[in-house]
């Protein structure tokens, strides 16, 4: 999938930032592809969504929303460590 479809999609679902348009298509990956298809389409989305400025999270994979540190971890990945410490 290309970015500037999650994008579509993610504006249509009232989605605002990048990483959350990204993240969306991620949530429902199963309803969206078929099972033998879902990897291709997760790599070039993921590819042309690196192209376009979005940052994923080195801990989880999911896309690191704008908001969140500049370390490359998303808030939920933070959390977890933060209950932790």
């Known amino acids: 999938m290309k970015f500037g479809t999650a994008k579509e999609i993610g504006l249509e679902c009232g ?7 990204v993240n969306n298509i991620v949530l ?3 309803n969206l592809f078929g099972y033998e298809d879902i990897a291709a389409e997760m790599a070039e989305l993921e590819q042309d969504a690196i192209a376009n400025g979005v940052r994923f999270s080195l801990v989880c994979g999911d896309a690191v929303l704008d908001e969140d540190s ?3 971890e998303c808030y939920m990945c933070r959390g977890i460590r933060n209950a932790r410490d």
């Open 28 to 30: 429902h990956t199963m």
């Open 70 to 72: 500049v370390e490359d």
């Open 15 to 21: 989605l605002e930032s990048p990483a959350e348009w």
